[in-house]
């Protein structure tokens, strides 16, 4: 397994891959990996001869600065957990690497005020410009994305039909753990009593979903989501939306419920199919 911090070796590499006509799978992280990324990983293997990570926490895409400074960062664990999992290269480049003088700061312009982006403003600007500049420099012909960050696949997906013609999205389902709860970067951040508090809730949470009537509209479901959480002290939204273009109407039935909630100052998020 190469580890390569700079474009210009990154490069080299890549070009050979490409000179044998090797189909390459990237998948974007920001580190502290976990079974989650794996699944991404291993999709990637499965379709492709080289399998590139790239780790980067990208402080564009932190509204908050104390929530960048606190993201879990575990480098050394992350090179044995891709080791493991058989990475061909994995890119850790800096923010000047990324961020020279000439990048492109984008602004992102779908699915906008809406779940997070109303609660995390200019995260999806972040979320796009980092992107744009990745798949600019390892010019895959795959990409991976979790379902774990609904919205962010959505946004993606139509970066891409837009501006990179070339690149596949492949979206992997969402890894959980044996009690329910969506793998995360942030879960380690969370203390025993938070943990064993979020998958309570997270067990009520497929109860709730588990006893509507599929066939209601998404305005009635969405007035049982808000009685079900206004109990619930901390969080952004809860809601149902369609899963093809996350409106707000439709039957319950095509829908997904998202959530971000709070842990102590741990912000969680997940979508839940019906
Ligand atoms: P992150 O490192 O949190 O930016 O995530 C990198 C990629 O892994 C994103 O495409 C995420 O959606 C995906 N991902 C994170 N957690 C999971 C999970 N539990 N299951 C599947 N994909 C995930």
Redesign the pocket.
Same mark, same amino acid.
């Given at each position: 397994m190469l580890i390569i911090k700079d474009i210009y070796n990154l490069h080299i590499y890549l070009n050979a891959y490409k000179d044998k006509r090797y189909s390459i799978g990237y998948i974007? +992280?920001?580190?502290a990996l976990h079974e989650?990324?794996g &699944? @991404?990983i291993e999709k990637s293997h499965n379709d492709n001869q080289k399998t590139i990570v790239s780790i980067f926490v990208n402080e564009k895409q932190f509204n908050d600065a104390q929530d960048f400074e606190a993201y879990p960062r575990n480098i050394g664990d992350d090179y044995n957990f891709c080791e493991n999992h058989k990475v061909d290269i994995i890119f850790q480049p800096s923010t000047e690497e990324i961020y020279s003088k000439k990048h492109k700061s984008i602004k992102n312009s779908y699915f906008q005020n809406i779940l997070c982006d109303q609660y995390r403003p200019g995260h999806f600007d972040g979320v796009v410009t980092v992107l744009n500049q990745l798949f600019g420099i390892i010019e895959s012909d795959k990409v991976y994305?979790?379902?774990?960050?609904f919205q962010?696949l959505r946004i993606v997906e139509s970066l891409i039909n837009d501006h990179f013609p070339n690149l596949k999205l492949v979206p #992997?389902p +969402? #890894?959980r753990s044996n009690e329910g709860i969506? @793998? &995360? &970067?942030r879960n380690s951040k969370l203390s025993k009593k938070q943990m064993a508090d979020f998958i309570s809730f997270q067990k009520e949470v497929i109860k709730f979903i588990s006893l509507l009537n599929k066939k209601i509209d998404l305005t009635e479901a969405n007035k049982k989501a808000e009685e079900f959480i206004k109990a619930y002290e901390k969080f952004d939204y809860f809601e149902f939306r369609n899963t093809s273009n996350l409106s707000l109407e439709g039957s319950l039935a095509d829908s997904r419920l998202f959530y971000a909630i709070y842990k102590g100052s741990v912000r969680l998020i997940d979508n839940l199919e019906l």
């Open positions: 974007p +992280t920001m580190g989650g990324h &699944s @991404l994305f979790g379902e774990k960050d962010q #992997v +969402t #890894v969506a @793998l &995360s &970067s």
